[in-house]
């Protein structure tokens, strides 16, 4: 009798440990797979914007040129367009706008040689920073804490199970 309970203890360990992998393997195909979505252009324009305009511009802080937060706001998207398609467009017309920029911050913003599709990208992606919560959660957060925590109750339910450990309490 003893035997069978034994093995019916490890055939139900097996089958919780074959159950937890299976719903860990669900989790993180779902958490990969909800990786790759999102708006394409602004996720494109992040990358552009981090290639080409961090190191001068930020959003919500100061760094050699304005802080972008708010500029979609602030600016028409065409006045935004020509500025980072070919600000010196904006320079030779006397822009009232590019010239404060250029007392303000000492230099006018150089042509980066961008294409039109990069240029909106960019402008996406500053349009859904600025409606982006500011405290927003990592996208892989909560699966992973849900994975943990399955390994966590799994592996303890294991143990429990599995487990032949007596304990014996003395008066």
């Not at 992998?21 to 252009?41: C, K, M, N, R």
């Not at 006045?79 to 590019?98: E, R």
């Not at 990592?138 to 804490?145: D, G, R, Y």
Request: hydrophobic content about 45%; charged content about 20%.
């Amino acid at each position: 009798m003893h035997r069978r309970g034994n093995l019916w203890q490890r055939g139900l360990a097996g089958s919780l440990v074959f159950l937890l992998i299976v719903t860990v393997w669900a989790l993180a195909a779902t958490s990969a797979s909800s990786q790759g979505e999102g708006d394409g252009p602004a996720l494109e324009g992040k990358a552009i914007f981090g290639q080409k305009c961090a190191t001068c511009h930020a959003i919500g802080r100061q760094l050699v040129g304005p802080d972008l937060k708010g500029v979609i706001a602030r600016r028409e998207e065409a006045w935004l367009k020509t500025q980072i398609l070919s600000p010196s467009v904006l320079k030779a017309k006397n822009d009232p706008t590019a010239k404060a920029n250029l007392e303000k911050f000492g230099m006018s913003m150089p042509d980066l040689g961008l294409t039109e599709q990069q240029t909106e990208a960019v402008i996406a992606y500053l349009k859904t920073a600025e409606t982006a919560p500011a405290a927003a959660r990592p996208a892989q957060l909560v699966p992973t804490l849900a994975i943990g925590l399955l390994v966590i109750v799994g592996l303890t339910l294991t143990g429990l199970i599995v487990g032949n450990k007596r304990v014996e309490v003395r008066p």
